[in-house]
């Protein structure tokens, strides 16, 4: 009997202090959803603010200018969002988040009636902590491709495909078929978007090349989330 209730004591303290770490787990996850929540807020009084300023601002430098700066704002949100809305139930869903991506930079530039994006995302793992450098990358691709697609009014096809390759990286291929003239221009020496993407890419710890054939193809490889939370775990 004596150690019967000491098993049963046992159990209580485990009890106890099983409870303890759900309560401060449920605590982390609020304190989480209400900084994504906060952050996604005051990215779209930011957005709403480029687009008064792009009215005030007529020039067509300007214009391009506010509508990239916008597109990078827009495309923060969308991850803030989508991790917000992910909470507890699982990964963000990539296809329905790069499709969106996609569309919205080609509604940007006015070329959503020209431009056209598939995407495959075949991942395991969860990509969230790596999900705003790899949509701001992916970003950059596309507002590069809408905007040659509405400069000389030419259709163009888009594929993403995001792909993990063996156990430690992830591949992202990003292939464009408008063949228009400069194109792979985020390659470009010396733009703020070439120096953007390399940035992106070294924050993802990967490396991107362009891929020069019938059709402009970027390669990223990066290290998938799972290696990188085993690394800083050890």
Do not use: Y
Not at 131 to 140: A, D, F, G, H, K
Not at 185 to 193: E, I, L, N, P, R
Not at 197 to 204: C, E, F, G, H, M
């Amino acid at each position: 009997a004596g150690v019967l209730r000491t098993q049963i004591a046992d159990l209580e303290v485990m009890g106890t202090e099983l409870t303890g770490i759900l309560d401060q787990e449920r605590s982390t996850e609020k304190l989480e959803r209400s900084l994504h929540m906060r952050m996604k807020d005051d990215l779209a009084v930011v957005g709403d603010m480029l687009k008064l300023e792009q009215a005030d601002m007529p020039s067509p430098d300007s214009d391009r200018w506010l509508a990239d700066m916008e597109g990078r704002v827009d495309t923060m949100a969308k991850v803030h969002e989508n991790v917000l809305q992910h909470s507890g139930s699982g990964p963000v869903n990539l296809k329905a988040h790069f499709t969106a991506l996609a569309q919205a930079a080609f509604r940007r530039f006015g070329a959503e009636e020209l431009v056209k994006a598939t995407v495959e995302a075949t991942m395991e793992g969860d990509l969230s902590g790596q999900l705003m450098p790899l949509s701001l990358l992916l970003n950059e691709l596309l507002s590069g491709c809408a905007k040659q697609a509405a400069a000389h009014h030419r259709s163009a096809q888009v594929s993403i495909a995001l792909r993990q390759v063996g156990t430690q990286r992830c591949e992202l291929l990003f292939s464009d078929d408008g063949n228009f003239p400069g194109a792979g221009g985020a390659s470009s020496a010396g733009t703020f978007s070439t120096e953007l993407v390399r940035a992106l890419a070294k924050r993802l710890n990967g490396t991107i090349h362009l891929l020069k054939d019938d059709i402009i193809t970027f390669q990223l490889t990066f290290e998938n989330g799972m290696t990188e939370n085993l690394r800083l775990a050890s």
